[in-house]
């Protein structure tokens, strides 16, 4: 059984209109893509509410998710730019033992 996901092309969409219109033009290209992933809603979010605040941000990364697709991309990042674990953490706001984490994770599969 798939757990549904909420439509966050259309909560991002209604956040937009409602509060911030002027960032509609900026968000326009990942709204319009039909498959919104993981790092999709990263990037908005981070585009319509900035990462000023640090306490904020720490408190956020308790709660995010990641699905396969998401984590791949981001090993894949990870080995075409050469980067290490840090780098790569310190570049997705991540920590470094989830990266660990997922290397070993998706090498033995």
Known sequence: ???SQPNYKQIYRDIILKKYPEKMNTCQLILEKTN????????????????????ILINNQKFKSYDESTVLY????QRKNRLNNSQVANHFK???????????????R
């Open 36 to 55: 919104f992933s993981m790092l999709d809603v990263i990037n908005i979010n981070n585009m319509i509410f900035g990462t000023n605040n640090k306490d």
């Open 94 to 108: 991540l920590s470094r033992n989830s990266i660990a984490k997922w290397k070993k994770y998706f090498q033995l």
């Open 1 to 3: 059984m798939k757990k």
């Open 74 to 77: 981001i090993l894949d990042y």
